[in-house]
C-alpha cells in the first residue's frame, strides 16, 4: 500500500516584518525577499503605531513566544512603528524609514533614527534599499547562532560578488 505523504508544515517565522500601511508593501518587499533568499521565513503585518495601535500592542507582546527573534518595522510620516515596537520588547528592532510624504522619508528617517537613550531601533537606510538591508540585517543575527542561515549568507554574498561585471 503506498503510504501518503504529510504535508509539510510552513516554517516557523523568526522574523516579524511590520508596515505602517499595506500601501508601504512593494516598498517593504525586499526585505522579504533577503529572508527568502536566506531560507529564513518571516511574518509580515500590516501594524500602524497610529492608526492600530491595541492591533500592535497584542501582536509585539505575543510575538516572542510565537517563535519571533527580529523586528523589521518599516513606516512613513511621523514614522513612530519602530519606536513603539523597541519600547514594547527586547527583541531586536531594526527600522527602515519610508518615503510616503511631501518629505521625500526625511522626516520618518528622523522620527526612527532618533532614539530617546534606552530604547534602541537599529535604522537602516530610506526605502527599498533599507528594507533589503535590513532583511540581510536580521538574516546576519540570526546566523550568529544557525549554521545554515550562515551558510545561506556566505553563498548570497559570494554570488553577489561574483554578478558585479568586470566592465560595464
Ligand atoms: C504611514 O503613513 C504608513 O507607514 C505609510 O507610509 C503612510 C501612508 O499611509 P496610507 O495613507 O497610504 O495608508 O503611517
Not at 523589521?72 to 511621523?78: L, M, Q, T, V
Not at 519606536?83 to 521625500?104: E, F, I, N, R
Request: proline share 7%; with cysteine.
Amino acid at each position: 500500500m503506498a503510504t501518503k505523504k504529510s504535508p509539510r508544515r510552513p516554517a516557523r517565522a523568526r522574523v516579524a516584518i511590520l508596515m505602517g500601511s499595506a500601501s508601504d508593501a512593494p516598498t517593504m518587499q525586499p526585505a522579504s525577499d533577503a529572508l527568502e533568499a536566506l531560507g529564513v521565513a518571516c511574518d509580515v503585518r500590516v501594524i500602524s503605531a497610529h492608526r492600530t495601535p491595541e492591533r500592535h500592542t497584542r501582536y509585539v507582546r505575543g510575538a516572542e513566544k510565537k517563535g519571533i527573534e527580529v523586528f523589521i518595522c518599516g513606516a512613513g510620516f511621523a514614522a513612530h512603528l519602530a519606536g513603539v515596537t523597541a519600547a514594547l520588547t527586547p527583541l531586536p528592532v531594526l527600522g527602515v524609514p519610508l518615503d510616503s510624504s511631501a518629505l521625500k522619508g526625511l522626516d520618518s528617517l528622523l522620527a526612527t533614527v532618533q532614539m530617546p537613550g534606552g530604547i534602541p531601533v537599529a535604522t537602516f537606510g530610506i526605502g527599498k534599499a533599507g528594507a533589503k538591508n535590513a532583511g540581510l540585517f536580521a538574516g546576519a543575527i540570526l546566523a550568529r547562532s544557525d549554521a545554515r542561515v550562515r551558510r545561506a549568507l556566505n553563498t548570497y554574498r559570494k554570488r553577489q560578488t561574483a554578478a558585479v561585471p568586470q566592465r560595464p
